[in-house]
């Protein structure tokens, strides 16, 4: 019996939040959305329509970790976000460290020779979660098909 899940990923900060979506059948994930957060309160309401139109399995955050390992108030934060999302939604949430996402992101971006004046209305958030999702879809075992 194999069972494939479709996982949301959260990249969490307190003015935006980015969305991506991905399943354990591909091992891919694409960015969805880049959700306005007033000092890290997102539009709740918001979240449940994605969730609702994307029905996914698990949701994922992204756990921005001070280089050598430790806590930040921006992990404590995320960690605090994955809770609420969990009891609001009732869906399982687990957070992932995710220190390299954003820079990773902007990497790419720049690769595509955006400009970095371009980053606001450019997905770098978004692009961020399905980063920090692909490195969540790698360390699930893979299945026999």
């Known amino acids: ?10 990249d969490y900060g307190t003015r ?3 969305v991506a979506v991905g399943q354990t059948l591909t091992g891919s994930a ?15 309401e918001q979240i449940g329509k994605l969730i609702k139109e994307w029905k996914p399995d698990i949701l994922i955050v992204g756990l921005p970790l001070n280089m050598d390992g430790s806590d930040s ?5 995320a960690s ?8 609001r939604f009732q869906l399982p949430a687990q957070c992932i460290d995710e220190r390299l996402s954003t820079f990773e992101a902007k990497q790419q971006l720049r690769d595509q ?6 980053y606001r209305d450019n997905p770098v958030d978004s692009l961020a979660a399905a980063l920090l999702l692909e490195t ?3 360390s699930q075992p893979k299945e026999n098909s």
Not at 1 to 10: E, I, K, N, T
Request: glycine share 8%; aromatic share 8%; net charge positive.
């Open 136 to 138: 969540w879809l790698a």
């Open 113 to 118: 020779r955006r400009t970095p004046g371009s």
């Open 16 to 18: 935006q939040i980015g």
């Open 80 to 87: 605090k976000f994955a809770r609420r999302l969990e009891g």
């Open 73 to 77: 108030e921006m992990s404590t934060r």
């Open 30 to 44: 694409e960015p969805l959305a880049n959700l306005r957060a007033r000092d890290g309160i997102p539009d709740w």
């Open 1 to 10: 019996m194999s069972h494939h899940q479709r996982a949301m990923a959260f």
